[in-house]
């Protein structure tokens, strides 16, 4: 089974200065997905990125970029420029395709809880 | 944007009684649903997973005569809580995969509806 671990229940950044959440998982699977989701105040789920296990480039939006590292099963968020509207929790994702069997549901880390201060 | 609609966003019920939340994706079509749940502070779990025109299927230790799903269209997916006690109140979230995700698809990912607190008294 998979496991997703965020070693961080929070963390601190001051405003426009740079953050890095960190995030391992455990599988068995040589493809798969992995996602960042914010959850601020008002629940929502929001995807911040996606990185398929299969490219070795690592994916960027914007303020927002990981770290992947495949061997070491480590995905980390980094936060550049941090905003105040940055401010939530955020969770680590792992998704096996949705071919091959899977039904392709997301298994979460426990979650980060970010706070930026002015 | 694909959008999926949750209703209601709340709602408090009486013990007893049975609750229904509509998750509805709006633009896009859904073979997949996900049922999930969070408690305060806490991360998401996976309740179960439904499919278009077939029986759902639920994780271990969620009672399936408790927590009745539906997905009747490829647009629709419903949570029933039947018989509700103040131990089931928690924060209900479905999210939807769209139809014709698969290998390498940009659209395998998943999108969440806003949530259903629900409070039992």
């Known amino acids: 089974a998979q496991t997703v671990t965020q070693s961080q229940p929070e963390m601190s950044v001051q405003e426009a200065e740079t953050v890095t959440l960190s995030c391992t998982y455990d599988?068995?699977?040589?493809?798969?997905?992995l996602f960042w989701y914010k959850q601020p105040p008002s629940r929502q789920m929001i995807l911040v990125i996606r990185?398929?296990?299969?490219?070795?480039q690592n994916a960027t939006e914007n303020r927002f970029s990981v770290n992947f590292q495949k061997a070491a099963k480590s995905f980390s968020l980094k936060i550049s420029d941090s905003q105040l509207g940055d401010t939530a929790m955020y969770f680590c994702?792992?998704?096996?395709?949705?071919?091959?069997?899977?039904?392709?549901?997301?298994?979460f880390g426990k979650g980060t809880k970010l706070s930026v201060k002015p | 944007g694909a959008v999926v609609s949750q209703h209601p966003s709340w709602v408090i019920c009486k013990s007893g009684t049975s609750v229904k939340i509509e998750c509805r994706s709006l633009?896009?079509?859904?073979?997949?649903m996900f049922w999930y749940r969070q408690f305060p502070k806490q991360s998401l779990m996976l309740m179960a997973t439904?499919?278009?025109?077939?029986?759902?299927t639920y994780e271990q230790g969620v009672e399936k005569d408790k927590f009745l799903i539906n997905h009747a269209s490829l647009t629709l997916s419903t949570l029933t809580v039947t018989s509700a006690h103040p131990e089931d109140s928690s924060f209900y979230i479905c999210?939807?995969?769209?139809w014709g995700a698969g290998r390498g698809a940009t659209n395998e990912k998943l999108f969440f509806g806003s949530g259903t607190q629900l409070s039992v008294l």
């Open positions: 999210s939807a995969r769209p």
């Open positions: 599988t068995s699977e040589n493809n798969y997905y």
């Open positions: 990185q398929e296990a299969y490219k070795q």
């Open positions: 994702a792992f998704m096996k395709p949705s071919y091959g069997g899977s039904q392709g549901n997301l298994i």
């Open positions: 633009d896009f079509q859904a073979t997949t």
């Open positions: 439904s499919n278009e025109g077939s029986k759902a």
